[in-house]
């Protein structure tokens, strides 16, 4: 049985190796950075900055790095799903090394992600561009893989009705959000749950299981619980591990009723014309017209359209009219009602609505 909305305390390798394969539907991953800064930085007002200076973010060399990526990514792919996707977050320091792991392992790279902070923090030194972005890689199992969740309806519902860009600009962790231990940050890298927020909403389901191999403070868990989804995080450090569970214990999920996302046309259940007619809502008989009354066509009692010289179905007849290659019957007929010309699209809607 899947430890469900549990943290493991471990080696995240050790720890994955115990759970079973194709259990999971979304992994995100912050791995190491292998980012350590030669010697001490201090702001302009000889403040000193907190670098990633931790253990657990020191590796010998890039051999050694490459070797932790490729078994944890290897473990990754064992434990995904085959519709499943990874999520991988990383800076310059270690993402083109990741890549090309996850490439070697057979991985299909669906997006790579910007991450645009809006309040990165500043070059101290002068000598480098400041780095204002991070990178994240989306994943599916290979290239063969046709079916993954993307939900692009609700993404684009998020962006007020814009296709979401793969640029997305939001604030780094601060504030009242950033956990603190001691006065100190709880943690070098803890992420806005925000990014979370897009990246589960955008690529999961309520009720499926995401893994989080870098649990870290717990923002992945955080997330998932308010969003209904079901979450497993590994840790090897206890004093993150402890952090983590008092966030989570104060989270509060959203209803189910909170949760339903726009759909796309393609997963809304599909409404047969006949159906229409079968249950009242247009009579056989009556009139369609297009949406200038120039062509006419009226409905029969099995659902099909007669016009003056053929019969056929509502995309059909809507063709021949107009004599083209195809047409969405659904849009191009209207029928009359209060003096108004209405596309019968909103009677498939009507009976949509019914349905759920």
């Known amino acids: 049985m899947l430890p469900l909305n549990e943290i493991l305390i471990g080696d995240c390798i050790a720890e994955m190796a115990k759970l079973p394969e194709r259990s999971v539907d979304m992994i995100f991953a912050d791995p190491p950075y292998n980012l350590q800064l030669q010697g001490e930085l201090y702001r302009p007002d000889n403040s000193k900055v907190d670098a990633v200076d931790d253990e657990w973010d020191r590796f010998g060399d890039f051999t050694a790095y490459d070797d932790f990526t490729r078994r944890w990514l290897t473990e990754a792919r064992r434990l995904l799903k085959d ?26 790279i669906l997006n790579d992600i ?57 604030p780094i962790c601060s504030g009242h959000e950033r956990l603190k231990s001691d006065g100190q940050k709880a943690h070098a890298t803890q992420k806005p749950e925000a990014l979370l927020y897009r990246v589960i909403l955008a690529a999961s389901e309520p009720g499926q299981v995401l893994l989080d191999p870098f649990f870290g403070s717990g923002t992945t868990g955080a997330v998932a619980r308010r969003l209904g989804r079901a979450f497993i995080g590994i840790e090897r450090e206890e004093r993150y591990v402890e952090i983590a569970r008092r966030r989570l214990a104060q989270v509060t999920p959203l209803g189910p009723d909170l949760l339903e996302t726009t759909r796309s046309k393609r997963q809304e259940p599909r409404i047969p014309f006949g159906w229409v007619v079968e249950r009242g809502l247009l009579s056989p008989g009556q009139v369609l017209t297009d949406p200038s009354g120039r062509h006419r066509a009226r409905v029969r009692a099995d659902g099909s359209l007669v016009c003056t010289d053929a019969t056929g179905s509502i995309h059909k007849i809507g063709a021949h009219v107009q004599g083209a290659p195809a047409c969405n019957g659904w849009t191009f007929w209207h029928f009359e009602a209060d003096g108004r010309r209405i596309p019968i699209d909103l009677l498939r809607q009507k009976l949509r609505a019914s349905l759920s």
């Open 83 to 108: 519709d499943g996707t990874l999520w991988v977050i990383g800076s310059y320091h270690n993402i083109y090394r990741v890549g090309t792991v996850l490439q070697d392992l057979g991985f299909w």
């Open 114 to 170: 910007i991450w645009r902070k809006a309040n990165p923090m500043p070059n101290f030194r002068g000598k480098r561009f400041t780095n204002a972005h991070e990178t994240m890689l989306w994943c599916s199992k290979s290239r063969q893989q046709k079916r993954y969740t993307f939900n692009y309806e609700a993404m684009k519902a998020l962006n007020d009705d814009l296709q979401m860009r793969s640029d997305w600009l939001i």
